[in-house]
């Protein structure tokens, strides 16, 4: 008992110079109340919380590998953007990776303006955050708001601008023509877009860009139910680069087996094993590259 007492006299300035805490040498709040936590406490109640996860240092969900890539939010890299007026772009796929293609984030601030893509390139655009307007060269403009999407064919006259803030995804490939087959420019919205049959699968699937042989590659959006999946195990030789709009799930990539959620991206090289399930309570949305209609001699 009277040893008791004496640690209880020991211990009480101490925790009291701890408590007073205005002094330079305060104890932050959260130090002292996980200082106050039972030995081991974090063994029956660990951190779940992906949001929580994101905070851990050094922690990330990102991987880059040599047939794929899972890029997530915590790890995108923005600067500006060459020739563009006030706007940061993260480039999320190149062909550093392997793929042919680059797909990146374009963050427009206001009073912004694009540049054009190099000779040859061909781009599509997706606006994902905000309204921007879409001109060309003989004066046309359109309103491009959230869910829709411009294709410019390669050496298009075109720029992008807005007096707002305007997130958008862009995909950029140097064009393989095809005799006698020429691409228009293409403007539409995802939710104009017919849905289409996908034999011996569940999703639901719109292709904003013509299946016809004058474009080399098309935009899906794909969308799952939870508990949906992909029935067919894909290994094809197409590329992908993709942009969960919306939900989560699990990305399968060769071996590995990926948790994934909206704001993610996806790089798949040619024949990379790939398969997704949505999970969760919320259905998925994503946004997909795939080259088409050539010979991949
Ligand atoms: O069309 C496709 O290749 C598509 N189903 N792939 C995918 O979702 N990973
Ligand atoms: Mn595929």
């Not at 305060?26 to 109640?45: A, D, G």
């Not at 042919?100 to 540049?115: E, G, I, R």
């Not at 781009?123 to 060269?137: C, I, M, T, Y």
């Not at 049959?197 to 004058?214: D, I, W, Y």
Request: one cysteine or more; charged letters at 20%; glycine letters at 6%.
């Amino acid at each position: 008992m009277h040893s008791l007492l004496a640690l209880l006299l020991l211990l009480l300035p101490w925790r009291s110079s701890a408590v007073e805490g205005d002094g330079f040498c305060s104890i932050p709040q959260s130090i002292t109340e996980t200082r106050s936590r039972p030995l081991y406490w974090k063994v029956t109640n660990p951190t779940l919380s992906p949001s929580h996860l994101q905070d851990l240092p050094g922690f990330t969900r990102s991987v880059y590998k040599r047939d794929h890539a899972v890029i997530t939010p915590e790890s995108y890299v923005f600067s500006p953007l060459p020739d563009w007026v006030n706007t940061l772009g993260a480039y999320l796929i190149t062909p550093a990776m392997g793929a042919h293609f680059v797909m990146y984030l374009a963050k427009m601030q206001v009073k912004s303006k694009s540049a054009l893509p190099p000779q040859d390139v061909e781009r599509f655009l997706f606006v994902v955050q905000g309204s921007a307007v879409l001109k060309n060269d003989s004066g046309i403009s359109h309103e491009l708001p959230v869910d829709s999407y411009a294709y410019l064919p390669a050496n298009y006259k075109h720029s992008l601008e807005s007096d707002d803030t305007v997130t958008v995804v862009i995909f950029e490939r140097r064009y393989v023509s095809l005799e006698n087959h020429y691409p228009e420019p293409v403007i539409g919205s995802t939710e104009k877009q017919p849905l289409l049959e996908t034999p011996g699968e569940v999703f639901e699937l719109r292709k904003l860009l013509p299946a016809s042989a004058p474009y080399d590659f098309n935009i899906h959006i794909m969308d799952f139910q939870p508990g949906e999946f992909l029935n067919v195990k894909e290994v094809h030789y197409n590329q992908h680069g993709l942009l969960l709009l919306e939900g989560q799930g699990i990305y399968r990539l060769g071996d590995s087996w990926y948790p994934v959620q909206a704001g993610d991206t996806i790089w798949m090289a040619p024949f990379v094993p790939q398969w997704y399930a949505a999970l969760g309570k919320t259905p998925t949305r994503y946004l997909l590259y795939k080259d088409v209609n050539r010979s991949p001699l």
